[in-house]
């Protein structure tokens, strides 16, 4: 039924003219769970599911969407896409273009091996208080407030388009988290656990989530914010910094991911902090790091949030390389915006909507930081004097991307080579190519996949799942604390 409806609206908008068209028929399950102070604060299930229809006529987009599942319905939103197309044609600057990409008829699921959705909720929800439990249960003068977050998504979609595509596939991702607050004479710290932010995902089954392992973890989580009470503040001063973990995800997030969006670049998108500082005369030449310093985007990496069989586009996935040994080589880009700078390999297959309500944006897949050469306890017996930073708490960045301050959970202070002390409300300062430049050592083994479920972008406002691949890095000369 699903692809007679999606065919009853691609042949009608082919009908009206359309040069180009395609549907995408999708179905949307989400579970959230949270557990604080012993008790289930959310239990929550939602589900979307309708057709959206692109259309290209007179060279120019028109996009209609519905959730009723109706041939009618089909009729109606194809007939608005294409009118749409039409009136925007009228102040249209350029006929859109795209770069060709193979008309592929395939199917895609992600790997599991347990559904989190046929797990019961009773085995989810206890493993939620267990977490939490142990938590809570460390400081109970200190820790006044621990929580702990269970997340799974289930994406079914059917894109067919004018050029022959037909692609089914089914994106599966879960993941939770576990957090301690402890307070004392009004100071406030928190600590996380794998991530903050209600913690890592990954597309995969719940065996993703058992491997988290939050009970396991929840009485060290809970230690350290009762640490960080007693813990002196973060010195103001240049110094070397090493970041590990989602601190370093967030950072390449930011400052790395959306600046190398090519709609933002061509000044197609601005929301949500959105222009960027590579203008496409810097593409090739712009030295945006050290020679250690290498980013792509990698929708084929297993496991990682962005990871897909095809993009909304029916463009396969594809680890395209961003910055290469330190300069800028490529965008993420669309079929279209690859078309505008007449990209050699065409789109970088990051195309995706948040619902078939949305039409599909550039977005980024998985952004990540390659491997280096070192080993993190080399690279800490490296530094004679530093501090290693962890687990975001705060960010900003301008709407070019270029200045930024972030703050994170944790620090340590490192001296002669090894870790010292624990300090705390740590930030730093950078400027992004200048930051990146100053990028002397990356590790390589402990690199593995962030996930994070709420990027957003665009107007009206879409929020995607995105991943990123890091491991430890260091950088001299940082500027960190506040004077």
């Known amino acids: 039924m699903s692809e007679d409806l999606a065919r009853v609206a691609l042949r009608t908008v082919q009908k009206l003219g359309a040069s180009y068209a395609d549907v995408r028929h999708v179905k949307i399950e989400s579970e959230s769970l949270h557990v604080k102070k012993g008790v289930p604060e959310e239990i929550r299930k939602r589900s979307l599911a309708g057709i959206g229809v692109r259309a290209i006529a007179k060279g120019a987009w028109g996009f209609a969407g519905t959730t009723i599942l109706k041939r009618a319905s089909a009729v109606d939103i194809a007939r608005k896409a294409y009118k749409v197309a039409c009136a925007s044609a009228r102040a ?35 493993a939620l208080k267990t977490a939490e439990r142990i938590a809570a249960g460390e400081s109970k003068e200190l820790i006044k407030t621990s929580s702990s977050f269970f997340r799974a998504h289930r994406e079914r979609k059917l894109f067919l388009s004018s050029e022959g595509a037909n692609i089914g596939q089914t994106i599966v991702w879960c993941g939770g988290g576990v957090s301690a607050t402890a ?18 995902f990954n597309t995969a089954g719940y065996e993703f989530f058992e491997s988290l392992d939050l009970a396991g973890h ?37 400052s790395c991911g959306h600046p190398t969006e090519l709609d933002r670049a061509l000044g197609m998108e601005a929301d949500y902090a959105g222009t960027s ?8 030449t712009f030295r945006y790091g050290s020679p250690k310093v290498n980013i792509s985007a990698d929708a084929t990496a297993p496991g990682g949030l962005g990871t897909f069989g095809y993009d909304d586009e029916g463009v ?6 961003l910055i290469k040994k330190g300069v800028f080589v490529n965008y993420q880009s669309s079929r279209e915006t690859a078309a505008h700078l007449n990209l050699p390999e065409g789109s970088s297959g990051g195309m995706r909507a948040d619902s078939p309500l949305a039409m599909p944006i550039v977005r980024m897949t998985n952004i990540n930081l390659l491997p280096g050469d070192w080993k993190v306890e080399e690279l800490i017996r490296d530094t004679q004097d530093g501090i290693l930073m962890l687990t975001n708490k705060s960010w900003s960045i301008d709407d070019r991307r270029l200045n930024f301050q972030f703050g994170t959970e944790a620090a340590w202070l490192i001296k002669n080579g090894s870790k010292e002390r624990m300090i705390k409300q740590a930030t730093y300062t950078g400027i992004t190519h200048q930051f990146w430049g100053s990028c002397d050592a990356v590790s390589n083994d402990d690199w593995h996949m962030h996930g994070t479920p709420t990027c957003g972008k665009g107007v009206p406002g879409q929020v995607m799942y995105v991943g990123h691949g890091v491991s430890t890095a260091r950088f001299r000369d940082v500027r960190v604390g506040i004077a």
């Open 316 to 321: 396969p996935a594809k680890s395209v390389p």
């Open 183 to 200: 307070i004392r004479s009004g100071d406030v710290q928190i600590r996380s656990y794998p991530a903050s932010f209600r913690g890592n």
């Open 277 to 284: 500082f590579l203008t496409t005369d810097k593409l090739g």
């Open 218 to 254: 929840a009485s060290e989580t809970a230690k350290e914010a009762v640490q960080l009470l007693s813990a002196e503040k973060c010195p103001a001063t240049t110094t070397a910094l090493i970041t590990a973990g989602d601190q370093l995800a967030l950072q390449v997030h930011e």
């Open 92 to 126: 249209k600057k350029i006929d859109v273009k795209l770069s060709p990409t193979p008309a592929r008829k395939a199917k895609y699921s992600t790997p599991i091996r347990k559904d989190p959705f046929k797990v019961s909720l009773e085995e989810k929800v206890d």
